[in-house]
């Protein structure tokens, strides 16, 4: 059922806000995949956190599996939780519709970048969570570093479309108020095109009227971009920010083949 920001949702974004705008100054927090399709069981890997502000069990961040008990997201996410005194439960991997009675891998530490928020040219917007089990799904694939430096340079990255998986908000209502979120925790996907790409971010198109193909939006940060390359899905970049609130515009992911990413992500998984 889809339903409106209310409550603790609405608490939880208003949260996300406060802590972005304290640490990056630089855009919201993009959390949600608009104008996509559902996904069912295409990319199993692809979780959603369940975390407790204090009123029971609600869904969070999106993120992705790196290693069996590892578990990929951003680092905005995580800080959003110490400061405000909330707690990660876990992760679910279902990807119908959010319901707190079912299970989910529980969490068992936090781990985020400790350059998060300390440098306004590198966001380092990545955090890890430690399930207590492994997770029921394959891990993602990691890039090889500088994968989309070395793409871009061969115009291999023009018109290339990628891929966003997330749960959250499917659209924005208009209607004589305040725009409302639109949101039933499914996950699915969305294939917005190449826009550009900087020394620690990859830019995607997000406008749906020029591209037909959505993109993230509210209730998506952490979640993984992909990039079909050599015949398989390679995560290269987690969503972090994006440009306006009615996601139009641009998203902005952090990416994973760079030096500074590579040095994160090297504390908990081998890398390509």
Known sequence: MKRQVTGALRRSVLLVAAVLAASLVAADPAQAITNGQ???????????MVVNFGSGPEPFCTGTLIAPTRFLTAAHCIAILQQFGGETIGVTFDPRTFDPSRPVVPAVKTEVDSAFGQDQGDF??????????????APAVLPAAGLLGQLAAKGGLRGQQFTNVGYGAIGIAHGGGKPILILDFMRRFATPPFMALRNTVLLLLMNTH???QGGNCIYDSGSPVFLNTGGRD??????SLKADQACVANGFNYRLDTPSARAFLGKFVPLP
């Open 210 to 212: 020029a591209t037909g």
């Open 38 to 48: 559902p996904d069912g069981n295409q990319h199993p890997n692809v979780g959603l």
């Open 124 to 137: 380092h917007d990545l955090a890890v969570i430690t399930l207590q089990r492994p997770a029921p799904a």
């Open 234 to 239: 390679v995560l290269v970049a987690v969503v």
